[in-house]
């Protein structure tokens, strides 16, 4: 797998464009905002792009999905249908946090605990981790041992759960029991800043450390 980050909204969300170096065939997660730099990024790369993944519905993440959807003319994987009430009110969140776009959607594909997500020859698996949103998910590829992991944990912090329906019990819950198993050496991708691995988040992170 290879990936290229773009930080895109005034939250300098990490959307990524990844894609399977067998076929050329990409994927774009969490395309917030400002899709004409992600379109520059795919031209850039000159790979094409087959759908669009989420993490969960807040505007930096899913924001621009349903024009880069139209504009690319691809699906919308994810997130888990618990985040309906946030992607029904994107234009409200973009309206709330300054942030253009914000045209709600269905996606074609609700996704959930166990679902695979195939992009080329890479297979993503979903894990449901909800805690920062009830409906959010992450996409790990067991090959390329990377996760695409939203805001659900960042190095060094977690996502806030002071937002509609976040809980802290149930994110710290989610990060022990759906990342923590997927290995140290496994790299991640967040929502925001900058990547790192499980086994130095769980040695490090203060929020989530062994034996906090
Ligand atoms: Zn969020
Ligand atoms: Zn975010």
Not at 85 to 110: C, D, N, S, Y
Not at 163 to 173: A, E, I, S, V, Y
Not at 191 to 202: P, Q
């Amino acid at each position: 797998m290879k990936a290229v980050i773009i930080p895109v909204t005034p939250f300098q969300q990490n959307c990524s464009v990844l894609w399977c170096e067998e076929t050329n065939k990409a994927a774009v997660v969490d395309p917030g905002g400002e899709i004409e730099r992600i379109e520059a990024a795919i031209a850039e790369q000159g790979v094409e792009v087959e759908k669009i993944m989420l993490t969960h519905g807040h505007i930096d993440h899913a924001g621009g999905a349903a024009d880069l959807s139209e504009k690319l003319g691809v699906p919308i994987e994810g997130p888990h249908l618990e985040d309906t009430f946030l992607i029904e009110k994107l234009h409200e969140q973009g309206a709330q946090f300054g942030v253009e776009g914000g045209k709600p959607f269905t996606p074609t594909r609700w996704l959930e605990q166990g679902d695979e997500v195939a992009v080329g020859n890479l297979n993503f698996e979903v894990r449901f981790c909800p805690g920062h949103t009830p409906g959010h998910i992450i996409f790990f590829e067991p090959v390329s041992r990377i996760a695409f992991v939203g805001d659900v944990l960042f190095q060094g912090s977690i996502g806030r759960t002071d937002f509609p329906r976040g809980d802290h019990d149930t994110l710290l819950k989610s990060i022990r029991e759906q990342l923590w198993p997927l290995g140290d050496d496994v790299t991640f991708v967040p929502g925001h800043g900058s990547a790192s691995t499980l086994g130095h988040e769980r040695q490090t992170n203060p929020f989530v450390r062994e034996g906090a």
